[in-house]
């Protein structure tokens, strides 16, 4: 089952709505969502400027980490998938000079590709 399955986790008209209205004290003036998936517990939110990632934190989920990421600042990206037995999928990015990558785990449930493929799309412009 990809993201795109619900229109609670979805990035089509519905989905972008919901998280404006979640999450648009985090935006700058002329700043669009243009993709939104729901990973976990965490949020990737693609806009027309940068990559905002919500982390959920603790048992509660109620402290939330903000992670803003420029697309400029992304120097390189990969997606590692899982074999016959590890449904699991990992992307990874790197940021500016750091050597060591952000990671994100996925799911069998979460698609992998469907970020990667949006993340590819800012990036690569």
Known sequence: M???A???K???PLGTKKFHTEYGQLLVDGEIIDAGFVVMRDTFLFTNKRLIIIEV???SGKQL????IP???IKKFSIQTGGSFDLNAELKVWIGNDTI???KHFNQEQSVYDVHK???AHVLK
């Open 57 to 59: 934190q603790g048992i």
């Open 10 to 12: 979805s990035t089509g």
């Open 65 to 68: 980490e903000y992670l803003s």
């Open 2 to 4: 990809g993201l795109f």
């Open 101 to 103: 990558p952000f990671e």
């Open 6 to 8: 619900s229109a609670d």
């Open 71 to 73: 697309y400029g600042k």
């Open 118 to 120: 949006i993340l590819a």
